[in-house]
């Protein structure tokens, strides 16, 4: 890797305005020419400032330093970093037998979050969301579909979900540790929401499970470097053959 060219923690440092004046401006240089990685940054930047903007409420409550856009983004890349130890661990396991009756729960085991818990947490924070659960929507007039290929480095199937009743209301971009993820959302006539969430990845075997989580149902599964989960209402009689159509459509 060349010096002009940024690694991730200095991008992340880029947006938080941490680099010194000469290093910025060497990585302001290489976005200029780089438009893929200036969309991320772009991405990770919106990120903070929802963030920001979901905990502006919050300012009667003691200081959390947890809770800074900064420090989640640093927790990411730890579990990220953490999910690649496992995956290495894992592969240690085959050589003694095989994966068998592995389960997602066994990670929490040796305290590591199950699969995918990022797109469940997408799920809570706005799925709950009744003013703006998606920052684009699906009537807005532009190819969708296009657009988030685009974005994620690899072409993306819009899951048809109204034989089960659900719509498209439109899409997130997010940041993670490993670059932009997308996160699609679905509604009923009667409200209620599923999402559909991709992000890139890096594991070292395909993995497919399903859990639940506080009345949530997520399947998930991974493939050619990108993670795939489905999160619904675990009580929703639906759920598993919305879930199952999804990933057929991946």
Not at 74 to 86: G, H, I, N, P, V
Not at 200 to 222: M, S, V
Request: with cysteine; aromatic share 8%.
């Amino acid at each position: 890797m060349s010096r002009n060219t940024p690694t991730e923690d200095e991008l992340h440092a880029f947006v938080d305005d941490r680099l010194d004046r000469d290093r910025a401006r060497d990585v302001q240089a290489y976005l200029a020419s780089h438009p893929d990685e200036r969309a991320r940054v772009a991405a990770y930047r919106r990120s903070a400032e929802e963030l920001r903007a979901l905990l502006a409420g919050a300012s009667l409550l003691p200081p959390n330093p947890r809770l800074d856009p900064l420090a989640i983004r640093r927790d990411l890349r730890q579990r990220s970093r953490r999910r690649a130890m496992l995956c290495a661990s894992l592969v240690v396991a085959l050589g003694l037998g095989g994966l068998g009756g592995w389960k997602a729960r066994s990670m929490s085991l040796i305290g590591l979050p199950p699969p995918m818990e990022d797109a469940l947490v997408a799920y809570r924070t706005f799925a709950t969301d009744r003013e703006r659960p998606v920052e684009m929507t699906a009537g807005e007039g532009i190819d969708l579909q296009a657009w988030l290929s685009v974005r994620l480095g690899r072409p993306v199937a819009l899951p048809d979900l109204a034989p089960f009743g659900f719509d498209l209301l439109g899409v997130r971009l997010l940041a993670t540790a490993d670059g932009a993820a997308v996160l699609l959302m679905y509604e009923d006539r009667g409200g209620q929401r599923v999402s559909f969430y991709i992000r890139p990845t890096r594991p070292l075997f395909e993995l497919t499970g399903t859990r639940r989580d506080g009345g949530l149902a997520t399947k998930y599964w991974f493939r050619d470097g990108y993670g795939f989960a489905v999160v619904g209402r675990a009580d929703d009689p639906r759920i598993a053959e919305v879930q199952e159509a999804a990933r057929l459509s991946m």
